[in-house]
């Protein structure tokens, strides 16, 4: 992947494909760390699962054989000489709690380091298609020279909109120009 | 800054043109998704369809999903198009050039851009 919001769609995609109402997509950076939280409250995964989802051969697909989201991830994690961890509950085992939550640690001074990349793009991506899935985001850089603190939880949007869908293109947009000001700051003081 | 009080706003105004269009959408246009189509670029590609649909007054009849692996991924980003009536049509190696293109010719003028079709490449 060329950027790590890549790596953060495709994981995310598993999030809602497993059936969570909420994924939390938490980064929290530092002058030298970047750490990476992906956690929902989607059905899990059994311990036999579980042990083999880093191995590149594993996949829960029968139309062929290989699954590659966990692997990059941990690739791209390994390489900065950082680690992924996964840790999952499957609703089998606890009906009320159950989950997947994936944590990545990258050194950002590490030559291999993938940038960040453009992650509002892909939480736009991920809430057009997916429209009523709840996503809460929220991205802490802390220690350098901007101190940066983005939320967004589709809950309160959602709550803002009654029973507009979240991907009608309007939304997205509005979406969209929310968390650029986040980062940015406004782009007209006036406004 | 942004408010939610603004959302509301966008409710309001969306909700009447939502009513009219109910029971519309006679294209489905589906982007894959899942780790081929994103490592390959499949995420620009939905976006640019979602803005062009959107902004060319389309979207009472088209309505863009995304979907999983479809099986072809050496031709990632892949694009299919599905109108009732008519034969599905398969964009691949797509970019989000291609993508505007395709809305403009394909979905607003009804004509298949065949150069960038599944067919195109095989032959």
Known sequence: ?191 | MKSLAELQKIKANMKQRIVLREGSGDIRVVVGMATCGIAAGARPVLNELVKDVSEEGLSEKVTVSQTGCIGICQYEPVVEVFEAGKEKVTYVKMTAEKAKEIVEKHLKGGQVVEEYTIGAYQS
């Open chain 1, 1 to 191: 992947m060329k950027e790590l919001s890549l790596n953060i769609l495709d994981i995310t995609e598993n999030s809602v494909k497993a059936g969570a109402a909420l994924t939390q997509i938490l980064i929290d950076e530092d002058a030298s760390t970047l750490l990476l939280t992906i956690a929902d409250n989607g059905s899990g995964m059994t311990k036999e699962v579980l042990q083999g989802v880093t191995d590149p051969f594993y996949t829960t697909r029968t139309t062929r054989s290989v699954g590659m989201g966990l692997p990059l991830l941990k690739l791209a994690a390994e390489q900065t000489d950082g680690w992924m961890k996964v840790e999952s509950i499957h609703i089998s085992d606890d009906p009320e709690n159950h989950g997947t939550k994936v944590e990545a640690l990258f050194h950002k001074d590490h030559i291999d380091f993938t940038p960040l990349g453009d992650v509002v793009s892909t939480l736009l991506t991920l809430i057009q298609g997916h429209p009523d899935t709840d996503f809460l985001f929220r991205h802490s850089i802390r220690g350098g020279e901007k101190e940066v603190e983005v939320h967004m939880d589709t809950r309160e949007l959602r709550e803002a909109l009654d029973d507009v869908p979240l991907n009608e293109y309007e939304v997205i947009k509005w979406i969209e120009e929310y968390l650029n000001e986040q980062y940015n700051g406004p782009e007209d003081a006036e406004e």
